[in-house]
Structures are given as structure tokens and as C-alpha cells.
């Protein structure tokens, strides 16, 4: 019977352990863009105060969380001839050679980004 209890609590700390390895930090809606770790940042149309932060996330799809003006938005990778490409609705992320061209918001204005 104590042999059961064991196989048992293996299984238990198995999944558990697997389910904390699959979690996602980006998925919780409680957490703030801030708090989420590391962002890069970029100054958009030369105005210090119109700051773009992203951070990127690995899986399938690769995605990314940015934030613009109090505005979060999270894209979905795209192809992209050249550079990092990533969309969602009508805002898109295109990352070529440092340089970031930010189509954002709706209807979307368009945005040249350099790192800050």
C-alpha cells in the first residue's frame, strides 16, 4: 500500500512540475506590462514622450506584447522578407535593422520607432 502512495505522489509532483514548466507569464491578465521583465524600448517620431515597449515571447507562434500611450496590445509573428514582422489587426510591428516602422491603432497612423 505505501508503494501505491509513492507511485502516487510522483505522478502528482510530475504534473505539477509540468504544468509550472508550460505556464506563461504574458497570459495573466493580472500582471502589468512593467512587471513582466525586461522591455525594449523605442522613441517614436523623434518625441521623447511617445515611448513603444515590447517584449517578446517564444512558442508557437512567436508572439509580443508592446505598448504604446497606455495602450497594450499583444501580436503574432509574420512573414517578413527582411527584419522581424508581427501583426495583429490593424497594428504591425516591423523591426529592419534597428528600426521599427509601427503601423498602430484604428484607424492606424504610422510611426518610425528607433531604440531610445
Known amino acids: 500500500m ?12 510530475l504534473t505539477l512540475t509540468t504544468l509550472a514548466a508550460c505556464s506563461d507569464e504574458s ?8 512587471e513582466m521583465g525586461d522591455a525594449f524600448t523605442f522613441v517614436c517620431n523623434d518625441d ?9 515571447f517564444s512558442g ?21 522578407g527582411s527584419g522581424a514582422r508581427y501583426v495583429n489587426g490593424t497594428t504591425s510591428y516591423w ?6 516602422t509601427l503601423e498602430w491603432g484604428d ?10
Open 48 to 56: 521623447p514622450s511617445d515611448l513603444l515597449k515590447v517584449r517578446y
Open 2 to 13: 505505501e508503494r501505491f502512495n509513492v507511485s502516487r505522489l510522483c505522478v502528482v509532483l
Open 107 to 116: 484607424p492606424p497612423t504610422t510611426a518610425i520607432c528607433k531604440p531610445q
Open 60 to 80: 508557437e507562434p512567436s508572439r509580443m506584447r508592446a505598448e504604446r500611450q497606455g495602450e497594450v496590445v499583444e501580436l503574432t509573428v509574420a512573414m517578413s
Open 95 to 100: 523591426e529592419h535593422q534597428g528600426e521599427v
Open 27 to 34: 497570459s495573466s491578465p493580472n500582471v502589468s506590462f512593467d
